[in-house]
């Protein structure tokens, strides 16, 4: 993450902002949100290659600045097999906080901000963000797309601030920018293109502070969707449950894991110094958790002690909480699959 804008960087409308640090958070939330395994991590990660490919994920949101050194372990990190999500204005301007006329990446997300003609003006001058009706913008899976399901073929979401990019020959649109009148492509608007073993994506527009400041569902389930197109490993665990459940798996060795599942017991909208008296329980969770390739498991302990449902359906382990208070966790032990 990044706390730092550069001058004209930080935008604003209404009562919401677009910068580093909202574009960060919403990436984070989407993610925890969502029940999808992740840390935030300083910018630091990006000098040291050998802690960098530990992740299977690299999330960039709205970054501006990065080193040459760090775009070239960027580039190693996604040609080992890294998946990589660079969104808004990453790697757009230089050490000394001035916008560039090219992002630094540019060689690996393969765009680049669009020529500023007459007629792409006036159309940024008539379509608008987050104002409703038919002047305004939003995302839309390409035609054609394979990347998204049936689900997604007519979803609209919103857009947000975004820097107008052309795509450079080599890339694909997976969703373009279209207008709230007929639908009709704009500007490209996610980017999806594969290097050396590994994939990536980049996005014209900051979702992930849109996320942050509003909490809009569909933006939220689109950043999942993102991390799932370019990982290219299979999740360790997959959650349902609300929101409100924040999970996270450790791993002691290749054959020790442990499962954390807390109810969110903080203040609702993250307010300051905000006693919350009173804990809804959760009801009816199911957690599947994915066997390694080699494995099978050997134990599994809930701590505290609590009744579950529990079945092992080839590499998937399956169980279902009836009911949790403030914690739930699991202690699992796999060993080595004889033939």
Known sequence: YANENPPGHAKSSWWWKADTR??????????????????????????DLNQL?????????????????????????????????????????????ILQDHFSLEDLIQVKPAEKTSELTKQIDNYQCMIGGPNDLYLLPSRGSKQFSDEWADKLIPLW?????DLIEGGEIIMDIVTGDGQ????????????????FLY?????????????????????????????????????????????NMSQKDD???????????????????????????LENIHLNINVPDGKKL?????FPETQIEQKVVGNNIDIIIPKMGAYQGFDIQFTDLKE
């Open 161 to 165: 601030f975004y820097i107008p990019v």
């Open 298 to 302: 050997a134990s599994l302990d809930a």
């Open 22 to 47: 909202t574009a960060t958070l919403g990436a984070f939330a989407g993610c925890l949100y969502r029940h999808v395994q992740v840390t935030s991590a300083m910018e630091t990660l990006l000098d």
């Open 255 to 281: 054959n020790h894991y442990v499962m954390h599942l807390c109810n969110w017991t903080g203040e609702k909208f993250e307010k300051n110094d905000r006693y919350t008296y009173y804990l809804a329980p």
């Open 203 to 247: 996005s014209s527009s900051s979702i992930e502070s849109l996320f942050y400041e509003t909490n809009i569902d569909v933006t939220g389930d689109l950043i999942e969707k993102l991390v799932n197109i370019v990982s290219n490993t299979t999740a360790p665990y997959q959650l349902d449950a609300p929101s409100t459940l924040i999970a």
């Open 184 to 199: 009709r492509p704009f500007l490209p608007g996610i980017t999806l293109t594969s290097y050396g073993k590994g994939r």
């Open 53 to 97: 490919k530990k992740y299977k994920v690299l999330y960039l949101a709205d970054i501006p600045y990065i080193s040459p050194q760090r775009v070239e372990n960027i580039k190693n990190f996604v040609r080992n097999g890294g998946g990589l999500i660079v969104s808004y204005a990453t790697s757009l301007y230089d050490s000394s906080g």
